[in-house]
């Protein structure tokens, strides 16, 4: 485990070590900061926060699952990290893909990024842990100061982490086979995505409307559309939680 006072974006960092020289950073490796001057989100958007309010948590894995399995080590994360929030009193959920939320809030999101190769993959964990009520990016964010949560960065990554373990032993054991191993439904206890009428905006510019039913085996979210007798499997996308029933 390495602390970086700074770091441009603790995932590139880690990524890039890794591939260089992967004997010397082994499986469950972790590069963390609370100040990142180059955080990156889903689809190459920016992530940024004020130094000190913010961790920056990325763990290397290299799982022995089948490759087309990777995308449910975010899905995996996001459930670490809402389950370690709930074992000290947070009650924190998963909005898909890789969501953390607090009351609706998001206090914290996640990126997969899959070596060169093939080799492994570095999970990238944002926590707004010390974020101030006045230092917020958007009003739909929040932090564990502002909900009263616990904001000790050695308590929190050893959380995630140590909630983190198990789930990935598990999928390694069932050969990558999440309804196998349980952990679909270990998933789907956590995300308050499911049940909910949700509006999904497409990589392409294309919007899906409906009831998101369940996550499949390659943990896409399954929408009944509305207005027509389908229910749509989306890899990808951006979700809205939406109000109205």
């Known amino acids: 485990m390495e602390w970086r006072d700074r ?7 880690l990524v890039g070590l890794a591939t260089a020289d992967p004997d010397a950073w ?14 990156r989100g889903r689809l190459g958007r920016a992530w940024t926060a004020p130094p000190g309010t913010s961790l920056a948590i990325s763990v290397l894995l290299r799982p022995r699952i089948p490759a087309e399995r990777y995308g449910w080590l975010s899905l995996l994360a996001g459930t670490a990290m809402a389950r370690s929030l709930r074992a000290v009193g947070v009650e924190a959920a998963v909005k898909w893909p890789n969501d953390v939320l607090i009351g609706g809030r998001k206090v914290c999101g996640l ?4 070596l060169p190769g093939g080799t492994g993959a570095v999970l990238g964990a944002g926590l707004n842990h010390r974020l101030a009520a006045d230092e917020l990016p958007v009003p739909t964010a929040t932090s564990l100061a502002i ?3 616990p904001i000790d960065p050695d308590a929190l990554v050893a959380g995630w982490i140590g909630e ?3 789930l990935v032993a598990a999928l390694e054991e069932a050969g990558g086979d999440p309804v196998a191993s ?6 789907l206890v956590v995300c308050e995505t499911i049940g909910r009428r949700v509006r999904v ?4 510019g294309s919007v899906r409307t409906g009831r998101a039913t369940g996550i499949d085996e390659d943990g896409r979210i399954e929408v009944a559309e509305d207005r027509i007798a389908r229910t749509t499997a989306i890899a990808t996308g951006d979700v809205e939680h939406l109000r109205y029933e």
């Open 26 to 39: 082994p499986a469950w490796s972790v590069l963390l900061t609370d100040t990142q001057t180059a955080g």
């Open 7 to 13: 770091a441009a974006s603790t995932n590139s960092e």
């Open 111 to 114: 990126l997969a990024e899959v």
């Open 182 to 187: 349980g952990l679909r439904d270990a998933v």
């Open 147 to 149: 909900e009263g949560g």
């Open 201 to 204: 905006s497409l990589p392409d």
């Open 164 to 166: 983190l373990r198990p």
